[in-house]
């Protein structure tokens, strides 16, 4: 690509550039003021949520919005984990997601090597059956498995959630580690076979290893859909004793009768801050996997 | 050599799992969800054989035109937002931050991962009318304007809910494009600048054009996910005033299980299905030398 080939136009024969000492601090302000304001964007709404977290039901009702609160009280804390039920519905979403995570990495990661490692005829066609999958919308498979787990009697127990994040987080993660390993040479998996390894062995000790990082990236990924989701959520707790976080976060109001705004910010303020947690440590990693996850999917 | 990449017991065992999971999870309860159009009833009552009846209803039903009417209208107006305001950050990123600015992209991604739920219920409170009043309502006071009931018309409420969907999506397809900027050879933006390219100029003429690949992945990308859109419609505005901001998600959840109709809700995922598959034709269609480049 040559850019000598752009047309010239008369105001290129101007001087093109101001002395380079004073251009460099005017022009960083419209810069400073967008970074600003950006900033503000962001952080403020948050910031409005974690003070409201401390307010009392009087102080929403006849102080504005934007005062600050009057003392820093932690019982809406108290009332939402306990009242609101969000400690016992943090719980179900950890029963629910951390298995159905580590099942789905398991089967995923071992099919992802075998559909770009291995060689055997229809590999193709069955890695486009998988890619298939990331389009498919959940609304289409809800209503059969409802029915079936109606059928089997399990839909009192967290196992329809588990079962169905580890079918729907496949796709992806076949698609992902698939790529991730064709990143490795084929040469690596020739030696190791070629000093006498099995499959398995390669599978295990020297693919697995080498992978470890991307395994990481896509465990993380996956983690926050199953953590945010809620369609299927919506779709298999049927009592609330099986709410997960989301669930019980929607439903919130419904624990008190009338809205205690007290204590449904402190629930946002815990959904929002423990995933904030997790975002200071690994926020480059988080950024990154998201985003070769969606230019791949 | 290929007796052992070609082993048939490894495969077997190591790739069987995950199809079998894959296909009696997913790809099983599709074809099922097919064969529930042409039937009416639920899995407590039982099944009725009623043939093309849902089909017929699908094309005369006045809420499945308004819910596609909604549906694609969100879908155009999310993913003009999300990749323009994404662009426009990306530049902002690449031009003015350069590389001091890691705490700022950090900081914009934040909200993509929040749950959708605590985001949406956050907007509602930003934007409540009463009894509190919110901090959206009470700016406009300040300036003499009165309260809006935000979510008491429709515009209105399609109005909140852009705003809150570009706030919490931005900062991903800006860091999305972004890296797209960064694949752009320095020599060449070099050179163009020797040439007296600046500014928008440059923009025009060397960006635009060198990420435009990117670009349409991520407007792709944005279309599938927006015809998705469920959680947050769900928590800010569960489909009102009325029926006006439900989309097809929404519309299918609400006759599947507050109805109790499965078939006809079978037959409208289907549509949505259709929909999405349109897409996904156009995401091969386009991006066929990038997946095989991987």
New interface residues.
């Given amino acids: 690509?040559s850019?000598?080939t752009?047309p010239?136009s008369s105001e290129?024969q101007r001087p093109?550039r101001r002395p380079a000492s004073r251009s460099g601090s005017v022009r960083r302000i419209?810069?400073t003021v967008?970074?600003v304001l950006?900033?503000a964007?962001?952080?403020l709404?948050l910031l409005?949520?974690l003070m409201?977290s401390f307010k009392s039901q009087d102080e929403?009702?006849n102080a504005?919005?934007?005062a600050l609160p009057r003392e820093l009280n932690l019982q809406n804390y108290v009332d939402a984990w306990v009242t609101g039920n969000i400690g016992q519905y943090l719980g179900n979403s950890v029963v629910a997601v951390f298995p159905a995570l580590a099942l789905m990495l398991l089967?995923?990661v071992?099919?992802g090597?075998?559909?770009e490692?291995?060689?055997?005829r229809g590999r193709g066609g069955?890695l486009l059956?998988?890619l298939a999958?990331i389009?498919?919308?959940?609304?289409?498979?809800?209503?059969?498995?409802?029915?079936v787990y109606?059928?089997a009697g399990i839909t009192g127990s967290l196992w329809p959630l588990i079962?169905?994040y580890?079918?729907?987080g496949?796709?992806l993660t076949?698609f992902m580690m698939a790529?991730y390993f064709?990143?490795i040479p084929r040469e690596v998996?020739?030696a190791s076979?070629?000093d006498g390894a099995?499959?398995?062995r390669?599978?295990f000790s020297v693919a697995l290893p080498m992978a470890r990082n991307s395994i990481v990236t896509v465990g993380l990924v996956q983690f926050?859909f199953f953590?945010?989701?809620?369609?299927i959520a919506?779709?298999f707790t049927n009592s609330s004793q099986l709410r997960t976080?989301?669930v019980g976060?929607?439903n919130?109001t419904g624990q008190f009768g009338a809205t205690q705004?007290g204590p449904?910010?402190a629930a946002?303020c815990i959904?929002?801050f423990g995933?904030?947690a997790i975002?200071l440590v690994l926020?480059?990693r988080?950024?990154a996997g998201?985003?070769s996850g969606?230019?791949k999917? | 050599?290929?007796k052992?990449?070609?082993?048939?017991r490894?495969?077997a065992?190591?790739?069987g799992?995950?199809?079998l999971?894959?296909t009696?999870?997913?790809?099983?309860?599709?074809v099922?969800?097919l064969g529930?159009t042409l039937f009416e009833g639920n899995?407590?009552s039982g099944f009725e054989f009623v043939g093309t009846d849902n089909l017929v209803r699908l094309f005369t039903d006045p809420r499945v035109a308004e819910a596609l009417r909604f549906t694609l209208l969100y879908a155009v107006i999310i993913t003009a937002g999300q990749v323009l305001l994404g662009y426009l950050?990306a530049l902002?990123y690449v031009f003015?931050?350069r590389n001091r600015g890691s705490v700022?992209?950090?900081?914009?991604?934040?909200?993509?991962?929040?749950?959708?739920?605590?985001v949406a219920?956050?907007f509602q409170?930003?934007f409540e009318v009463a009894?509190?009043?919110?901090?959206v309502n009470?700016l406009l006071n300040v300036f003499g304007v009165a309260s809006i009931d935000w979510f008491g018309s429709p515009v209105s409420a399609i109005v909140v809910l852009v705003i809150m969907d570009l706030?919490r999506s931005m900062?991903?397809y800006a860091?999305?494009l972004y890296?797209g900027l960064l694949d752009i050879p320095d020599d060449?933006m070099e050179?163009?600048r020797l040439?007296?390219?600046?500014g928008w100029r440059m923009v025009r003429?060397?960006v635009l054009p060198l990420s435009l690949p990117?670009l349409l992945?991520?407007i792709i990308?944005s279309i599938?996910g927006t015809?998705?859109v469920?959680?947050s419609i769900?928590?800010l505005t569960n489909g009102g005033p009325g029926t006006a901001t439900t989309p097809l998600?929404l519309y299918?959840?609400q006759t599947?299980?507050s109805y109790g109709e499965?078939g006809y809700?079978?037959s409208?995922?289907?549509l949505?299905?259709i929909l999405?598959?349109i897409v996904?034709v156009f995401i091969f269609r386009s991006s066929r030398r990038?997946v095989t480049k991987?």
């Fill in positions: 690509m850019t000598a752009l010239t290129q093109r419209p810069g967008l970074i950006l900033v964007i962001e952080v709404p409005w949520l409201n929403f009702l504005p919005t934007w089967l995923g071992a099919a090597f075998v559909l490692v291995m060689v055997f069955i059956l998988f999958g389009m498919v919308p959940g609304q289409m498979i809800l209503l059969p498995l409802f029915s109606f059928q079962i169905t580890t079918a729907t496949l796709p076949v790529t064709r990143a998996f020739e076979t070629l099995s499959i398995f390669s599978f926050f953590w945010n989701d809620l369609l919506l779709t976080v989301q976060l929607l919130f705004y449904l910010f946002i959904n929002v995933i904030l975002y926020n480059q988080i950024m998201l985003a969606a230019v999917g | 050599m290929n052992v990449l070609g082993d048939r490894a495969i065992l190591l790739l799992p995950a199809l999971v894959y009696l999870v997913m790809l099983i309860p599709v099922w969800s529930y899995a407590i950050l902002f003015v931050l700022v992209r950090t900081l914009v991604f934040f909200p993509v991962i929040i749950p959708t739920v605590a219920l956050m409170k930003l009894p509190q009043t919110g901090p009470a706030w900062g991903f860091v999305l890296t060449i050179s163009a040439d007296g390219a600046n003429s060397i990117v992945s991520s990308f599938n015809l998705k469920f959680d769900v928590a998600t299918m959840f599947s299980f499965y809700g079978a409208i995922a289907l949505l299905t999405c598959l996904t990038d991987g």
